[in-house]
């Protein structure tokens, strides 16, 4: 996924962007929708500052009841560029975790915001997801959904508490 971005002629108001990413561009399995990305750049001495937010839809499983969940999700980012004179990288970055150099500078005057906004796709994703915060799960015996009703096994474990 790449998405550049000519810095080369930035006016110093900034510029705002928009781009659709094609759901087959951003690749990731639980991103269901097309991304819309919208952004704004500015120059700040050697960095760009840039900031603003993506919208897609995640398709996720019930980490619980195993149930496929539909979420809206918008993302907001915010990231500081420094400027790399002779960073003529494609494809390949030098990538420290908490720092701003997953993204680099393509030759003297373009910005590459793909990997980045891959990253923050992926890390917006819950390791667990849950349909809802009160998800009764599946019963471990006959593995009924429970949020759709009790099975018997759970009206036992009730009672024999009482
Ligand atoms: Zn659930
Ligand atoms: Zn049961």
């Known amino acids: 996924m790449d998405l550049k971005i000519n810095v080369g002629n930035l006016p110093k108001e900034g510029s705002s962007h928009e781009f659709y990413l094609k759901e087959e561009d951003v690749a990731v399995k639980e991103v269901v929708s097309d991304t819309f990305v919208n952004f704004e750049i500015c120059k700040n001495g050697n960095s760009y500052d840039v900031k603003g937010f993506m919208d897609y839809k995640l398709s996720l499983i019930c980490s619980r009841c195993l ?4 979420r809206h999700k918008r993302k907001e980012f915010s990231l500081e560029v420094r400027e790399k004179v002779d960073c003529a990288v494609t494809g390949k970055s030098n990538r420290k975790t ?3 150099e997953n993204v680099y500078i393509v030759g003297n005057s373009c910005l590459d915001l793909g990997p980045f906004l891959r990253d923050e796709i992926i890390l917006s994703i819950a390791l667990k997801p849950l ?5 009764k799960g599946l019963c471990s015996v006959c593995g009924a959904n429970l949020n759709e009703s009790a099975c018997e096994h759970v009206k036992l474990k009730e009672e ?3």
């Open 98 to 100: 908490g720092e701003a």
């Open 131 to 135: 349909c809802s915060e009160e998800c």
């Open 67 to 70: 149930k496929e969940i539909t």
């Open 160 to 162: 024999s508490l009482t």
